[in-house]
Every structure is written in C-alpha cells, then in structure tokens.
C-alpha cells in the first residue's frame, strides 16, 4: 500500500501499490485540471498534458517518466509528471496545479 499526500488540498489517500495517480485523484475529489484542462482533457491517455502535477517528495515511488511525459513536460522541470502517466509505487507528495 501506499499514500498519496495532495499538498494543497491537504488531503491524503491510501492506494494499491501500481495504482494510477490521475485516476486515484479525481475518485478522491482532486481537482488536478484548470478550467480548460476541464474542458478539454483526454481522458487520462497522455495527449494533451493538462494533468500536470509537481512531485515534492517521493518521485522514487512512481514509474519512470513515459516517452509522451517526455515530449510533453521537456521544458518543465524534472520533478512535474502528467498524473495519468504516473503510477504509484509507495508514498509521494503531490502538488497540483502548479
């Protein structure tokens, strides 16, 4: 098991080691889209990357970052994923929308 700490909305949830983070956030209630993002998004299949999110701690515990996280985030820092990309492997501290 792990946890999933949303620094902002000083929530924390409890999710299956492999879990997905985009799915994982709006079944709690995470707000992780900003208007258009909300509008527009894909769906959770990494094309359009409004589901970016800042890691603060524990990046060790996600997936390695996919070819579209790369593509899409390579002027971002190496700490921000798109959620629907990134599963869960143990404790991580998530900003969203930054």
């Given at each position: ?5 949303f ?5 924390e949830?409890t999710?299956?080691?492999g879990?997905?983070?985009?799915f ?5 209630g995470?707000d992780?889209y900003?208007?258009v993002g909300?509008m ?5 299949y ?6 970016v999110v ?12 996919t070819d ?7 002027k971002?820092?190496d700490?921000?994923?798109?959620a629907?990309?990134?599963?869960v492997n143990g404790?991580v501290?998530?900003k969203?929308k930054?």
């Amino acid at each position: 098991m792990a946890n999933i700490t949303f620094v902002k909305e000083e929530k924390e949830i409890t999710v299956a080691d492999g879990a997905n983070l985009r799915f994982k956030a709006l079944e709690n209630g995470i707000d992780l889209y900003k208007f258009v993002g909300k509008m527009m998004n894909c769906g959770g299949y990494g094309q359009c990357g409004t589901c970016v999110v800042e890691i603060t701690d524990g990046m060790e515990n996600l997936s390695p970052r996919t070819d579209v996280e790369n593509r899409k985030l390579k002027k971002r820092p190496d700490n921000y994923r798109l959620a629907c990309q990134a599963l869960v492997n143990g404790s991580v501290s998530v900003k969203t929308k930054p």
